[in-house]
């Protein structure tokens, strides 16, 4: 099923979830690694702190598995509401706002 989502980011935790998401650890975890990395590749800040997304997920409960291995570490406050195609959502994107936090080598 397709989901809508706003959460909170928990700002001081945002480094280390841009790390995770580019360097291949949330990528290579099964089944849904791939899934959460393009959802934050789409991921939109649409207010301070906030970000929305669209991300699909099997889960009787929605993103369950997603909130206890990743989401819940680095977001607060989830919610999710079941959608019927991917919304046009505006907004920063959250993708390059992680990496203007991250610093140069």
């Not at 979830?17 to 650890?25: A, E, I, N, V, Y």
């Not at 800040?45 to 997603?66: K, R, V």
């Amino acid at each position: 099923m397709l989901y809508r989502i706003r959460a909170s980011i928990v700002e001081d935790m945002m480094q280390e979830f841009f790390k995770k998401l580019s360097d291949g650890t949330i990528q290579e975890q099964k089944p849904d690694g791939p899934e959460i990395v393009a959802s934050m590749e789409r991921a939109r800040l649409t207010a301070p702190g906030i970000i929305e997304w669209s991300e699909t997920c099997y889960c009787p409960t929605p993103l369950a598995h997603e909130r206890e291995t990743v989401y819940d570490h680095y977001l607060s406050g989830i919610e999710a509401e079941e959608i019927p195609s991917p919304p046009e959502i505006p907004g920063e994107s959250f993708w390059e706002y992680l990496k203007k936090l991250t610093p140069d080598p």
